[in-house]
């Protein structure tokens, strides 16, 4: 808050140049503008679809598959080197090659955030298993846990604060991928209204798809703040942390 | 029922850097026995204790239960992390063990909950375990290990993270449910006051590699509660300390000698 009218205020004393940074009220004007039109909820929605329908399709094989390979050192010495080698390519550089295979429709941009999506999550979902509190695995053993038992009542369960980290950085992965693969070759989307204010040199539309992400950004942060709360309410307490 | 260790070893590590933690451990307990091993730190008891569990396989040796009544699992065993499960509420950690072997919810709630009553947590059952203090969590795990109906309960050093009020009152707590249903018990600790407030009879072990160095019968009649600390039965402790004494002052000096290379 205090930042905006700080920039308002060099705005108006003629500090900034009003080319390049408009003052936060004419933003906002334009961004009222674009709502009252619907450019702003068609573009929004569109974004939201790809970014989630990516989400999804990521981070639910990449969790599964990361926990497997913490759990079983069989599966991790298998898909280990195969982790390894593709995780470091860019999502973004690999785009044309996903949109040669999946076409330049709605897919190749899905796909993009799904394979950012998974390699993080699949990451931290195995980096979860391997600090699970040992003790924990004894009394699993030592009271008669099955294997799946063993998965679904500790493994799973136990993982669940890194998992969450992994989400965290997913999502803000997949609204980086999606705004960057809409710049490319989307006609509608928050990229898309970004890349087409810098086009046509709309400098405030422009700011408002800035301010959209940031938004966007915040908003998932606070919610999966809330729903970690919900989930995992011992992780970070006090009592727990000098026995993880 | 019996249970058998017979020449137990475990060796750690290999080629040069091997290390014999146990060597050679010989002992039997029989049912209703409230067996004691103390030791200095790091002289193997807790690998012992594993063994006997059956965490651990021994490099040789064996571990031989023999018996016909109707047990549930042959034991469980209290950890002295006690490694209560945080994103189960009491209830669900107290029953873990009942519930890994099948049995219905209904009826392993009612067990669970009648054991939570015996250590004084019935009133917290559909708690978590983050909201309670440490003292209750090893309670919970002592409930836990007590509703599957072993046939013995192997405890390593249940009480050794808790400060001193919170140990003297568990370890009475322990004296009340163990009298209610004669477990047999194997209790690993370092303090020589809890082995002979709970225990029958005492291991004694020698600092690594471990061997039994004594075996000690406590004589003081039973019940037993902390007052009996000062009673002239007690001196026996004097005669323990100087048993284990030169044990544990070879294990430190193992240490620094250690530290020193």
């Given at each position: 808050?205090g930042?905006?009218?700080?920039?308002?205020?060099?705005?108006?004393?003629?500090?900034?140049n009003?080319?390049?940074?408009?003052?936060p009220?004419?933003?906002?004007?334009?961004?009222?503008?674009?709502?009252?039109?619907g450019?702003?909820?068609?573009?929004?929605?569109?974004?939201?679809?790809r970014?989630?329908?990516?989400?999804?399709?990521?981070?639910i094989?990449?969790?599964?598959?990361?926990?497997l390979?913490g759990?079983?050192?069989?599966?991790?010495?298998l898909?280990?080197?195969?982790?390894?080698?593709?995780y470091?390519?860019?999502?973004?550089?690999?785009?044309p090659l996903?949109?040669?295979?999946?076409?330049?429709?709605?897919?190749?941009?899905i796909?993009?955030?799904?394979?950012?999506?998974?390699f993080?999550?699949?990451i931290?979902a195995?980096?979860?298993?391997?600090?699970i509190?040992?003790?924990y695995?004894?009394?699993?053993?030592?009271?008669?846990?099955?294997?799946g038992?063993?998965f679904t009542?500790?493994?799973l369960?136990?993982?669940?604060p890194?998992?969450?980290?992994?989400?965290?950085l997913?999502?803000?992965?997949?609204?980086?991928?999606?705004?960057?693969?809409?710049?490319?070759?989307?006609?509608y989307?928050?990229?898309a209204?970004?890349?087409n204010?810098?086009?046509?040199?709309e400098?405030e539309?422009l700011?408002?798809?800035?301010?959209?992400?940031?938004?966007?950004?915040i908003?998932?942060?606070?919610?999966?703040?809330?729903?970690?709360?919900r989930?995992?309410?011992?992780?970070?307490?006090?009592?727990?942390?000098?026995?993880? | 029922m019996?249970?058998?260790?017979?020449?137990l070893?475990k060796?750690?590590?290999?080629?040069?850097?091997?290390?014999?933690?146990?060597s050679?451990?010989?002992f039997?307990?029989?049912?209703?026995?409230?067996?004691?091993i103390?030791?200095?730190?790091?002289?193997?008891?807790t690998?012992?204790?594993?063994?006997?569990?059956?965490?651990?396989?021994p490099?040789?040796?064996?571990?031989?239960?023999?018996?016909?009544?109707?047990?549930?699992?042959?034991?469980?065993?209290?950890?002295?992390?006690?490694?209560?499960?945080?994103?189960?509420?009491?209830?669900?950690?107290?029953a873990?063990?009942?519930?890994?072997?099948?049995?219905?919810?209904?009826?392993?709630?009612?067990q669970?909950l009648?054991?939570l009553?015996?250590v004084?947590?019935?009133?917290?059952?559909?708690?978590?375990?983050?909201?309670?203090?440490?003292?209750?969590?090893?309670r919970?795990?002592?409930?836990?290990?007590?509703?599957?109906?072993?046939?013995?309960?192997?405890?390593?050093?249940?009480?050794?993270?808790?400060?001193?009020q919170?140990?003297?009152?568990?370890?009475?707590?322990?004296?009340?449910?163990?009298?209610?249903?004669?477990?047999?018990?194997?209790?690993?600790?370092h303090?020589?006051?809890?082995?002979?407030?709970?225990?029958d009879?005492?291991l004694?072990?020698?600092?690594?590699?471990?061997?039994?160095?004594?075996?000690?019968?406590?004589?003081?009649?039973?019940?037993?509660?902390?007052?009996?600390?000062?009673?002239?039965?007690?001196?026996?402790?004097l005669?323990?300390?100087?048993?284990?004494?030169?044990e544990?002052?070879?294990?430190?000096?193992?240490?620094?000698?250690?530290?020193?290379?």
């Open positions: 808050m930042l905006l009218l700080l920039w308002e205020l060099c705005g108006r004393l003629g500090l900034l009003p080319l390049f940074f408009p003052v009220s004419l933003i906002l004007l334009r961004f009222i503008a674009m709502l009252a039109d450019e702003i909820q068609a573009n929004l929605t569109i974004t939201l679809f970014l989630f329908t990516g989400f999804l399709l990521g981070t094989p990449g969790i599964l598959i990361g926990l390979m759990a079983s050192e069989k599966i991790r010495l898909l280990d080197p195969i982790v390894a080698a593709t470091p390519i860019p999502k973004l550089a690999i785009f996903l949109m040669i295979i999946f076409g330049i429709g709605e897919f190749s941009k796909m993009a955030i799904a394979i950012g999506c998974f993080i999550v699949l931290n195995m980096a979860g298993v391997k600090n509190n040992k003790v695995f004894d009394v699993a053993k030592n009271y008669g846990a099955s294997k038992q063993l009542r500790v493994i369960p136990a993982s669940l890194m998992i969450f980290t992994g989400i965290r997913a999502l803000g992965m997949s609204l980086i991928v999606v705004v960057g693969v809409e710049f490319v070759s989307a006609n989307g928050i990229g209204i970004i890349w204010g810098w086009e046509t040199f400098i539309k700011y408002v798809g800035i301010f959209l992400c940031a938004i966007l950004g908003l998932f942060t606070v919610i999966l703040k809330r729903v970690e709360m989930i995992t309410p011992w992780f970070g307490h006090l009592a727990y942390r000098d026995q993880e | 019996k249970l058998e260790c017979r020449h070893t060796n750690f590590g290999e080629g040069e850097k091997e290390t014999r933690i146990i050679d451990v010989n039997e307990i029989k049912e209703g026995e409230f067996l004691c103390l030791g200095p730190s790091g002289c193997g008891k690998t012992l204790l594993r063994i006997i569990a059956g965490l651990m396989e490099t040789s040796g064996e571990v031989i239960f023999s018996g016909n009544k109707n047990y549930g699992p042959i034991n469980s065993m209290v950890f002295q992390e006690h490694g209560v499960f945080p994103w189960m509420n009491v209830i669900d950690n107290v873990f063990g009942l519930e890994m072997q099948g049995v219905p919810r209904k009826e392993r709630y009612t669970s009648d054991f009553k015996r004084g947590l019935s009133k917290y059952a559909f708690r978590n375990p983050h909201e309670l203090s440490v003292g209750m969590r090893q919970i795990a002592i409930a836990r290990a007590f509703v599957t109906n072993p046939a013995i309960l192997l405890m390593d050093e249940p009480f050794g993270s808790l400060d001193a919170t140990r003297l009152i568990l370890q009475e707590e322990l004296l009340k449910i163990w009298s209610e249903h004669k477990k047999t018990v194997i209790f690993v600790t303090d020589i006051d809890e082995a002979i407030l709970l225990g009879r005492l004694v072990m020698t600092s690594v590699p471990g061997r039994i160095k004594e075996i000690i019968a406590i004589g003081i009649d039973r019940p037993r509660d902390s007052r009996m600390e000062s009673t002239p039965e007690f001196i026996m402790r005669r323990i300390w100087n048993s284990i004494r030169s544990v002052e070879k294990a430190m000096q193992e240490d620094t000698g250690d530290a020193e290379n």
